[in-house]
């Protein structure tokens, strides 16, 4: 969804917050600048036969994620930030970037975008 007023594209978890008088409010995840909210993607523990895969050092290899909120760039550093990923697509980042954040019981990844390694197609 393209928001015109704020020029940046979202399509954020929405949480639900209890307020001063037990009413929900819900909640956007809105990410600042150049940063991007990812959603890790399952690694499968099977393969299609029925093989059980043993436990993978998961650390040394890049995580595959779907993107579920994209910030709007700009200047970051002195330096122009426009972003290229796009909401829905899914993209491999380092392990070791970002910042875990869970809302409502699911967990994502705040990351820079810079930290994206690749778009999968």
Do not use: C
């Not at 969804?1 to 956007?28: E, G, Q, W």
């Not at 036969?49 to 650390?59: N, T």
Request: charged residues 30%; glycine residues 8%; positive net charge.
């Amino acid at each position: 969804m393209l928001d015109s007023a704020n020029k940046f594209s979202y399509n954020s978890p929405v949480v639900k917050k209890r307020s001063v008088r037990n009413r929900r409010i819900a909640m956007k995840l809105v990410p600042l600048f150049d940063k991007v909210v990812l959603e890790k993607e399952k690694m499968e523990e099977t393969t299609k036969s029925g093989i059980v895969l043993p436990g993978q050092d998961d650390k040394e290899k890049p995580g595959q994620a779907v993107v579920i909120a994209v910030g709007p760039g700009g200047v970051v550093d002195g330096k122009e930030i426009s972003m290229q990923v796009k909401v829905g697509q899914h993209v491999l980042f380092s392990r070791y970037a970002g910042s875990e954040v869970e809302l409502d019981g699911k967990k994502y990844t705040v990351v820079k975008q810079n930290d994206i390694l690749a778009i999968v197609e």
